[in-house]
């Protein structure tokens, strides 16, 4: 009787546990991984209308690395490398990408900084922990904003070590505009980008990328708390057959947050 009665408390435990339901709202669903991306694996995966059902919220790049992409109240839009603004079709592909249905439990006025390393330093200054995803919407006026767009690329795919040393960079100066991004927990090496990862789009719609450096004269920050995060994986051969035994945390370093390449 005592053990028949252990049985069905642990049943009904493990029953109760998996009928929780995740967060609605609060969840990152990213599309592969960042060492995939970093090792060259630049085929996409998903269509935007795919993932249009995952997020109208998020960052990413196209098939073949073909410039940033930066979601935002719905709509997709493509910065390629002659830094252009383009409405990114439905039928077109990712193959990294993270996005999230962007509803802000948090807005802050942020305080003038002269740097990037400033304004991510505010920014941690109002986060309950840095165990969680959050997810990103600043709208200011930067004095100054250096951005990059990376050339679409053609198999056999170089790593994206050697891409970003022919990024093109621009320089604005001020610039009003949106950084869209996240910051994720330093546990998720080779999986995503610890910290943070911005793309900006100016509010004429014209310049855009990701994000290397800015001087933030005013502006507001929207934080939306993501306690829940999903991967699709990709099924193609070269993501199956890649080595992922060895993160090399310095090209992830180089090509997502410093300007210079590893030697």
């Known amino acids: 009787m005592e053990l028949q009665t252990c ?31 970093v090792q060259g694996i630049y085929d996409g995966g998903v269509t935007i209308d795919e993932l ?18 930066l979601a935002m109240d719905g709509i997709f839009y ?10 990114v079709p439905d039928k077109a592909e ?4 993270a996005v999230s249905f962007f509803k802000p439990d948090l807005e802050i006025v942020l305080s003038p900084t002269s740097s ?14 840095t ?3 959050y997810a990103f919407r600043i709208t200011g006026v930067f004095s100054s904003i250096s951005l990059r767009s990376v050339p679409k690329q053609a198999p056999p795919y170089p790593a994206l070590t050697e891409v970003v040393k022919h990024q093109a960079r621009f320089d604005l100066k001020n610039c009003s505009g949106t950084l869209i991004g996240f910051r994720c927990p330093t546990f998720v090496k080779g999986v995503n980008v610890p910290g943070y990862h911005f793309h900006f789009i100016s509010d004429d719609r014209k310049s855009g990328g990701h994000l290397l450096e800015c001087t ?9 708390t993501l306690e829940n995060f999903k991967i699709l994986l990709p099924r193609d051969p070269a993501f199956l057959k890649a080595d992922f035994t060895h993160h090399d945390e310095q090209s992830v370093e180089a090509v997502e947050k410093l300007t210079n390449t590893p030697k």
Not at 78 to 87: A, L, N, P, R
Not at 94 to 97: A, E, L, R, V
Not at 116 to 129: F, H, M, R, Y
Not at 216 to 224: F, K, R, V
């Open 7 to 37: 049985r069905t408390f642990l049943t009904s435990a493990v029953f109760s546990l998996t009928l929780l339901p995740a967060l609605a709202g609060d969840t990152l669903v990213q599309v592969s991984t960042i060492d995939a991306l």
């Open 52 to 69: 249009k059902k995952s997020g109208d919220f998020g960052i990413g790049t196209l098939d073949d690395l073909d410039g940033e992409m």
């Open 78 to 87: 493509q910065i390629t490398s002659d830094g252009k603004v383009h409405i």
């Open 94 to 97: 990712t193959p990294f990408s």
């Open 116 to 129: 990037l390393a400033a304004l991510q330093s505010q920014l941690d200054q109002k986060l309950p922990s």
């Open 131 to 133: 165990n969680l995803f």
């Open 216 to 224: 933030l004269e005013s502006g507001t920050a929207q934080i939306d």
